[in-house]
């Protein structure tokens, strides 16, 4: 019996499958992708052989984690829920609500619904995650939260908000690129090599990033502390007004929220 099951093993069921295998070993985990190339990865990668089944790998762990798209989860939960009587589930998938797993799987199971984001590949994502009711004991608390601190920080939310965490950290990876990614074709057209400008503007987001996080200091006065009075600075956050950066970023959000709220369990 192994303490973690995974049912997928794309880009977020690998990232969490790896930070397992660091804090638990090899021998608390079992998994099973439908890709057989993603079984075959996974073994390459971690030495171990996928299961053949969901089923096989709902039947030998005691923490379940779902780590397929939110439309092949119905499938999936009717596949599992026979075999399903007290492991607990951690579902990953965006917009799926605790009480549509439930429903499905026909019993009030214990469930962490859970919205990590990539950098959980190199143990550094942020997950936001949400108990269902039912007492967890002390262990399985322990053992949960060790499972999410496996792969970077974690913090608990009432589940009304798991869809607005998805905006905030699920998600936005993807917009962090973008802005490292058009900074650099900016000062690449300046005469700054490629290679040097993916540094020099990943490093400033890892740099601005740990500011917030390690100063404590509002966002806004970091900034402000930036802009020199007549400086290059305030010209570009000027410009960056004028084009709507702040406003993109909250029409972003929104769209985000809205898709999440559509996501819901088919039945
Ligand atoms: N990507 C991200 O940044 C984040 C994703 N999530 C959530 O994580 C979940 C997975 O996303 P992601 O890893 O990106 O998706 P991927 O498509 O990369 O991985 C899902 C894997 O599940 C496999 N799969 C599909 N159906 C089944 C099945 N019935 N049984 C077993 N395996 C199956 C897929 O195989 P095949 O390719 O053959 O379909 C695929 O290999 C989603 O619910 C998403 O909302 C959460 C946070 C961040
Ligand atoms: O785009 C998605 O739906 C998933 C959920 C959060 C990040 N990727």
Not at 117 to 128: D, E, Q, R, S, Y
Not at 177 to 194: C, K, N, Q, T
Request: some cysteine.
């Amino acid at each position: 019996m192994a303490l973690f099951g995974f049912i997928g093993a794309g880009n977020m069921g690998f990232a969490l499958l790896k930070a397992c295998y660091s804090t638990f070993g090899k021998n608390e985990l079992v998994y099973f992708d439908a890709s057989a190339q993603k079984c075959q990865e996974t073994e390459s990668q971690l030495g171990i052989p996928a299961e053949d089944s969901n089923i096989s790998v709902a039947k030998k762990c005691k923490y379940l984690v779902l780590a397929v798209k939110p439309q092949f989860m119905p499938e999936v939960l009717d596949e599992i829920k026979d075999v399903i009587t007290n492991q607990i589930i951690i579902s990953i998938a965006a917009g799926i609500s605790i009480d549509s797993i439930r429903e499905k799987l026909g019993f009030p199971a214990k469930i962490v619904r859970a919205m990590p984001n990539t950098p959980a590949l190199i143990f550094k994502g942020i997950t936001g995650i949400s108990y269902s009711s039912g007492s967890f004991s002390d262990e399985e608390k322990e053992i949960i939260g060790r499972f999410f601190s496996s792969f970077g920080r974690y913090e608990v939310f009432d589940e009304k908000l798991m869809n607005a965490v998805t905006c905030a950290s699920g998600s936005s990876p993807a917009y962090v690129y973008m802005f490292i990614e058009a900074l650099a074709d900016s000062v690449v057209d300046l005469g700054i090599p490629r290679d040097k400008a993916y540094i020099l503007a990943a490093q400033t987001v890892l740099g601005a990033a740990a500011m917030v996080l390690e100063t404590g200091e509002h966002p806004g006065a970091l900034k402000d502390k930036v802009c020199s009075p007549g400086g290059t600075t305030i010209a570009a956050v000027k410009a960056l007004e004028e084009h709507g950066f702040r406003n993109a970023i909250m029409k972003a959000t929104e769209a985000c929220f809205n898709r999440a709220e559509k996501l819901t369990l088919k039945k």
